[in-house]
């Protein structure tokens, strides 16, 4: 009985080689399903910024293009640039690459990753004759899909009768 109580004293309770290699195996397939569960997540998110990314350079691109065309003068094309000059002199400029489109005014540089296919400028009038606009037309990709922005400002008559060349 002396043994047995000495074998007591000098024991350490642990576990077994076994019940430790059961243990590594539960958290190693734990950690595969986590990574595999993290890996699609981070993908999803990619996916999403990716796209949250695009909305939101579309929606600049219109902000900037509809403020630029109402509080400026006047509106000019060339191949693939517009240029608006303000009442003041200032000037802003539409720079429209393969890939993207930069936006140049004196203050800062913008870029918005949207693909231009064709920039259209007409003169369109009212439903009822009595109102000329000038219709701004950008067909851009957007997603891989071809997509039009339309934007109109009123030509007011005394524009138009800067424009009529005196005999």
Same mark, same amino acid.
């Given at each position: 009985?002396?043994?047995?109580?000495?074998?007591?004293?000098? /024991?350490?309770? %642990?576990? @077994?080689?076994?019940?430790?290699?059961?243990?590594? %195996?539960?958290?190693?397939?734990?950690?595969?399903?986590?990574?595999?569960?993290? /890996?699609?997540?981070?993908?999803?998110?990619?996916?999403? =910024?990716?796209?949250?990314?695009?909305?939101?350079?579309?929606? =600049?691109?219109?902000?900037?293009?509809?403020?630029?065309?109402?509080?400026?003068?006047?509106?000019?094309?060339?191949?693939?640039?517009?240029?608006?000059?303000?009442? %003041?002199?200032?000037?802003?400029?539409?720079? &429209?690459?393969?890939?993207?489109?930069?936006? *140049?005014?004196?203050?800062?540089?913008?870029?918005?990753?949207?693909?231009?296919?064709?920039?259209?400028?007409?003169?369109?009038? @009212?439903? /009822?004759?009595?109102?000329? &606009?000038?219709?701004?037309?950008?067909?851009? *990709?957007?997603?891989?899909?071809?997509? /039009?922005?339309?934007?109109?400002?009123?030509?007011?008559?005394?524009?138009?009768?800067?424009?009529?060349?005196?005999?």
């Amino acid at each position: 009985m002396s043994k047995a109580i000495l074998n007591r004293n000098n /024991s350490v309770p %642990a576990f @077994s080689i076994v019940e430790t290699l059961v243990g590594m %195996a539960i958290t190693a397939i734990i950690m595969g399903i986590l990574f595999a569960i993290f /890996s699609i997540i981070t993908e999803r998110m990619i996916d999403f =910024r990716n796209q949250n990314q695009l909305v939101n350079d579309l929606n =600049r691109l219109t902000y900037s293009l509809n403020k630029d065309i109402f509080e400026k003068e006047k509106m000019d094309r060339t191949d693939n640039e517009l240029s608006f000059k303000g009442y %003041a002199g200032e000037q802003v400029h539409y720079n &429209f690459q393969e890939d993207y489109t930069i936006r *140049t005014n004196e203050t800062f540089i913008d870029t918005f990753k949207i693909q231009l296919k064709q920039i259209v400028i007409d003169t369109v009038k @009212s439903k /009822s004759k009595q109102l000329l &606009f000038l219709k701004l037309k950008l067909n851009v *990709t957007i997603n891989e899909k071809e997509s /039009s922005l339309s934007f109109y400002k009123r030509v007011y008559a005394n524009e138009l009768l800067q424009k009529t060349p005196k005999p």
